[in-house]
């Protein structure tokens, strides 16, 4: 007797929901608003893990005190305004007249709370420390909050539009009673939490009394369908009005069918290899007799030989099918605080043969390369791709894939003394802030949970000059000179190889005809952002 996949069995039930409900698809999708997801959440804690499948639904239900539109530009939210007093002293007027989803007035103290909370959630794999840390938080009136810093700190109301605002009643609350929904309280947002199964789905309910008014959906499911094919088969049954991250392999003919509508935009998300830089020797790289060796992900020839053997418009092309852009630093061309003077690496196995000889290694080394399963566009033909490369330099690379929440645990504490575990991943990141301080701060400054820095650093990557720059960027209030400082520390730390990028994603959408989906940099789908036509 044959036996159906975790992921056979999942389509299968999506076939036997979408058959009967055909026939009245104009009926059902009235107000109810069906969404797939191509990522599992791993909370709806709003402040356990800051990862996009989380941030967005969070977005729903809990918001921040600064918003952001389609282009990630601040924007008023439940602070109505606000302003620097001085060069360490920020000031926030609260929106009046909000209240949480269980009827209790929002006030200043909802906002202190939340600043208690948020940096603090126990067994955080990525947390939100480095947005609130330096920060001291006061307030002044209901309706009025102070912010001191104990130097300038211009990215004040970036840092606040990243995580949401909880009700001090559950500043408390544990992540597991986050998702079980025992949050009375509930936040200001939208919509309210009705059912969250796991690895399945959330359906949310409207925010009748919202201080912004009245949302078009009745209820918004979002089914996590981590197959790709699957999420397209849901909406071309009818299962589902939207899907997201929409196959390469199908973008063209999506958008030939008069049925649909198709959106993208280019994404703030970088997709990129980080890698040991901290152990003498690193548990997945080996001699070419299987011998242990010094790791040698620390010799800058060799991250460069790395680098310089990777084919970036051969993955565009082939892979992404032309759904990318070659990347050469943390985000593209156009946003705050990226280099001019940045390019791809150019794709030159000869010249990385000699750089892997001039460090040392003529004859290579053997090394696994581990990366998540369907959490990123085509990761898996990734990582596939790219240890070929690398196989052609001369290092006999393996790879090893694994369900995300296994993934980035292992990722970031999975090694003895709850260090990274792996030698060298693939990874994604999509810039919160939309500007370049976002990135540098998570994923390449030095590791240091007490001042908030690094905390997504899984390579432990650390150097002096780039930190000490980054610093510089941090303090400086003029936004042309903050912009150079930022641009001069992507400089130092992909000069150096702190990481290796790859390309930069374009986000797409496709859903039925009647409904129209706006996109967004930051990869969010956003029951907010779709409408009917």
């Not at 890698?275 to 242990?292: L, N, Q």
């Not at 432990?460 to 001069?488: C, G, H, I, Q």
Request: glycine share 8%; hydrophobic share 40%.
């Amino acid at each position: 007797m044959k036996t159906l996949s975790a992921t056979g069995l999942k389509a299968l039930k999506l076939a036997i929901l979408a058959a009967p409900v055909i026939g009245i698809a104009g009926i059902a999708s009235a107000q109810e608003l069906k969404i797939g997801l191509s990522a599992e959440l791993s909370s709806l804690d709003p402040h356990y893990h800051n990862l996009t499948p989380n941030n967005l639904m969070a977005r729903h239900i809990y918001e921040p005190l600064v918003g952001q539109d389609e282009k990630q530009a601040l924007k008023p939210a439940l602070a109505e305004s606000w302003k620097a007093i001085d060069d360490t002293t920020w000031e926030f007027k609260l929106r009046k007249n909000v209240k949480f989803h269980d009827g209790s007035p929002f006030t200043a103290d909802d906002v202190l709370a939340t600043m208690q909370r948020a940096p603090n959630v126990p067994k955080s794999p990525s947390s939100f420390n480095a947005y609130v840390r330096g920060k001291e938080f006061s307030k002044v009136d209901d309706h009025t909050i102070r912010i001191k810093t104990t130097e300038p700190a211009p990215l004040v109301p970036t840092d606040l539009s990243t995580f949401g605002i909880i009700s001090a009643k559950c500043k408390d609350t544990t992540t597991e009673d986050f998702n079980l929904g025992k949050c009375a309280a509930g936040g200001t947002g939208p919509y309210k939490q009705a059912e969250y199964v796991a690895g399945d789905r959330v359906v949310l309910t409207p925010n009748e009394n919202y201080w912004g008014g009245k949302e078009p959906w009745s209820k918004v499911t979002f089914r996590m369908i981590t197959s790709a094919p699957t999420r397209v088969a849901a909406l071309l049954a009818g299962d589902l009005d939207v899907i997201e991250n929409v196959p390469t392999s199908d973008v063209a003919r999506l958008k030939g069918d008069a049925k649909l509508n198709v959106s993208s935009t280019v994404s703030n998300r970088v997709i990129y290899f980080h890698m040991d830089h901290f152990r003498e020797v690193s548990p997945f790289i080996k001699g070419k007799d299987g011998s242990e060796i010094k790791n040698p992900l620390r010799n800058l020839k060799v991250r460069q030989a790395l680098s310089m053997a990777i084919n970036r418009p051969g993955i565009v092309e082939r892979i992404m099918e032309k759904e990318a852009i070659p990347a050469g630093q943390l985000l593209p061309d156009g946003f705050f605080g990226t280099s001019k003077k940045l390019k791809p690496v150019a794709f030159d196995l000869n010249g990385a043969k000699k750089l892997l000889a001039e460090a040392g290694y003529p004859n290579g080394f053997k090394m696994k390369l581990h990366g998540p399963i369907n959490r990123y566009l085509n990761d898996t033909k990734i990582i596939e791709a790219v240890a070929q490369m690398f196989s052609r330099l001369g290092i006999e690379t393996e790879v090893e894939t694994l369900p995300s929440a296994n993934f980035f645990t292992r990722a970031s504490q999975g090694g003895q003394g709850n260090v990274p575990e792996f030698s060298f991943i693939l990874v994604g990141w999509g810039a919160g802030t939309g500007e370049s301080s976002d990135s540098l701060k998570a994923l390449l400054a030095t590791f240091d949970p007490k001042k908030g820095m690094g905390a997504t650093n899984r390579g432990r990557y650390s150097n002096p000059a780039f930190d000490a720059k980054l610093d510089e960027a941090l303090r400086t209030v003029d936004d042309a000179k903050r912009d150079a400082a930022l641009a001069e520390a992507m400089e130092i730390s992909m000069n150096d190889v702190g990481l290796i990028p790859t390309h930069y994603q374009l986000n797409t959408w496709a859903s039925r005809k009647g409904v129209k989906v706006q996109a967004r940099t930051d990869e969010y789908t956003l029951a907010t952002g779709i409408r009917k036509e």
